[in-house]
C-alpha cells in the first residue's frame, strides 16, 4: 500500500470530524430554516456553533462567515457577485495572478467577456509575485483586486499581507483564496487585512462538499456582493439551498481543531520538510526545485526530477505514493501547468515536476521510507533513459 502525498488535493478527514458528522446525522434531524419546531430550532443552533468555530479560527465576527459548497463556489460568489456593483459604480477593472487556481481566474474571465478589462500579473521565477507590480495596475476604475494567499503547486506565499495593506486606505476591494493557507498560516490571516476570503473544508480535515466565503464589513457593512443563484434566503440571500448541517458541523469541528494545533503542526511539517529536502539532495538524483523555500508553505514541494516525464514517474511509483503534476482540478485533462508556465519554467522542467503535499498527521516512519523508495526509482529510471 502507498502513501498518500496530495494532501493539496484533498486532505484526508480528522476522526473527530467523522465523529461529529456522524452523530448529526443520526441525532439530529431537522433543516435549520424550519422555524415551526423545535427540530430546525436544533439544527439552526449546531450550524451557528460551527459558524461561530470558523470565525474564530479565522479572526472575523459570525455575521461575516457564509456557508457555500467548497473555495471553488466562494471564489466565483466573491467574483462575478461583484457585477452589479461594478456595472452601476463605474468600476471594471480586475487584477489578479496568471497563477490563481481556475475559479478565480474562469470567473475573472467571465467578467472579461462581459466588458470588464481583466489584466492577470506574472510571478518571478520563484512562484511569487511582486506587490509593488500588483499595486502599480491598480487605477481609479479598479473594482477588484484577487491574490490567492499560497499556491496550490507549489506552495509558495504571496505577499497579501502588503498587498491588503495598501489596498486598505482604498475603496479596492481586496479577495484573496485561503484555500491553502487556512488552518495553516493562522495568525498572518488573522492579521491580513481583506475585503473577501475563500476557503475549504476538505483542505484542513474537514468533509469534502463544504466550505466558506468570509465578507468583512467595512463602515459596518459588508461588500457590496450580489447572489449569483436564486431560490431561498439562506445565508442572507449571498447562498440559497438547504444548509448540509453535518457538513457545515464537520467544518466547524475541523476549524476548531486547526486554531487548537496549528502552531504544533507547523513545528512537526518544518522538519518533515526539511527532512525530506535532505533526502533529495543526498539521493543522487538531479532535480530542481519549484517555488521560494524562503517563502514557502511547510507543508508542500514542488520538484522538477529532470530527464524523467511526471506522467511517467507517477505511474512507476504509484505503489510507493500517490503523488501529482499540479491542480486536481485539471489532472484528468494533463495540460502544462498553468502556475509552471507563468513563472518562466522551461518545458522540460515543467513536464517533469511533480508536487509532494502532506499534513502534520501523517505517518513519518512510512513517509521516509516510501519516499526513500520514490528516489531509488527516480534513480533507476533516470538510468535508463
Same mark, same amino acid.
Request: glycine share 10%; with cysteine.
Given at each position: 500500500?502507498?502513501?498518500?502525498l ?6 484526508p478527514?480528522?476522526?473527530e470530524?467523522?465523529?461529529c ?5 443520526? @441525532?439530529h ?5 424550519s ?9 439552526r443552533?449546531?450550524v451557528?456553533a ?8 479565522? *479572526?472575523?465576527?459570525k455575521?461575516?462567515?457564509?456557508f ?12 462575478l457577485?461583484l ?7 463605474? $468600476? ?10 481556475k +475559479? ?19 510571478? *518571478?521565477?520563484?512562484?511569487?509575485v511582486?506587490?509593488?507590480d500588483i499595486?502599480?495596475?491598480? $487605477? ?10 499560497? @499556491? @496550490?503547486e ?8 502588503? &498587498? ?19 488552518g ?37 457593512r459588508?461588500p ?7 431560490g ?15 457538513l ?9 481543531? +486547526?486554531?487548537?494545533?496549528y ?6 511539517n518544518?522538519?518533515?520538510k526539511?527532512?525530506l ?10 532535480y530542481?526545485?519549484?517555488?521560494s ?10 520538484a ?21 503534476? *499540479? ?11 498553468h502556475?509552471?508556465s507563468?513563472?518562466g519554467?522551461?518545458s522540460?522542467? &515543467?513536464?517533469?515536476?511533480v ?6 498527521d ?14 531509488d526509482r ?6 535508463s @533513459?
Open positions: 500500500m502507498s502513501i498518500y496530495d494532501y493539496n488535493a484533498s486532505a478527514i480528522a476522526p470530524v467523522l465523529e458528522m456522524i452523530d448529526v446525522y443520526k @441525532n434531524t431537522g433543516n435549520a430554516d422555524r415551526t419546531h423545535d427540530y430546525g430550532e436544533d439544527v443552533g449546531l451557528e460551527a459558524r461561530g468555530q470558523a470565525a474564530n479560527l479565522f *479572526g472575523v465576527k455575521d461575516e462567515v457564509f457555500t459548497s467548497g473555495a471553488t463556489e466562494s471564489n466565483n460568489i466573491a467574483i457577485g457585477k452589479d456593483y461594478g456595472l452601476k459604480s463605474g $468600476r471594471r477593472h480586475i487584477v489578479t495572478t496568471a497563477i490563481e487556481h +475559479a478565480v481566474l474562469g470567473a475573472a474571465r467571465h467578467l472579461e467577456s462581459e466588458g470588464f478589462t481583466l489584466e492577470e500579473v506574472n510571478p *518571478g521565477q520563484d512562484g511569487r511582486s506587490a509593488a499595486l502599480s495596475r491598480v $487605477r481609479k476604475d479598479t473594482l477588484l483586486v484577487s491574490v490567492m494567499h499560497v @499556491n @496550490n507549489t506552495g509558495a506565499i504571496q505577499p497579501v499581507d502588503e &498587498i491588503g495593506a495598501a489596498l486598505s486606505a482604498t475603496d479596492v476591494l481586496f479577495h484573496t483564496d485561503a484555500t491553502q493557507s487556512a495553516k498560516l493562522v495568525p498572518e490571516i488573522r492579521n491580513l487585512h481583506f475585503n473577501l476570503l475563500s476557503f475549504s473544508g476538505h483542505k484542513i480535515h474537514g468533509p469534502q462538499g463544504v466550505g466558506g466565503l468570509i465578507l468583512r464589513k467595512k463602515r459596518y459588508l457590496p456582493v450580489s447572489p449569483i443563484m436564486f431561498g434566503t439562506q445565508e442572507h440571500g449571498i447562498r440559497p439551498g438547504t444548509l448540509p448541517a453535518a457545515i458541523a464537520g467544518l466547524g469541528r475541523a476549524c476548531e481543531i +486547526a486554531g487548537e494545533k502552531a504544533s503542526n507547523q513545528r512537526r518544518a522538519g518533515i526539511s527532512r529536502l535532505d533526502l533529495i539532495a543526498s539521493s543522487g538524483v538531479t530542481e526545485l519549484n517555488g523555500l524562503e517563502h514557502g508553505v511547510p507543508t508542500t514541494l514542488n522538477s526530477f529532470l530527464d524523467i516525464s511526471s506522467e511517467a514517474l507517477m505511474l512507476a511509483t504509484k505503489q510507493y505514493c500517490g503523488i501529482s503534476n *499540479g491542480s486536481a482540478c485539471t489532472s484528468s485533462n494533463y495540460q502544462h501547468s502556475v509552471l507563468a513563472m519554467l522551461s522540460e522542467r &515543467i513536464e517533469s515536476a508536487r509532494i503535499s502532506w499534513d502534520a501523517i505517518d513519518t516512519d512510512e513517509l521516509f521510507a516510501e519516499f526513500a523508495n520514490l528516489l527516480i534513480r533507476r529510471l533516470s538510468v @533513459n
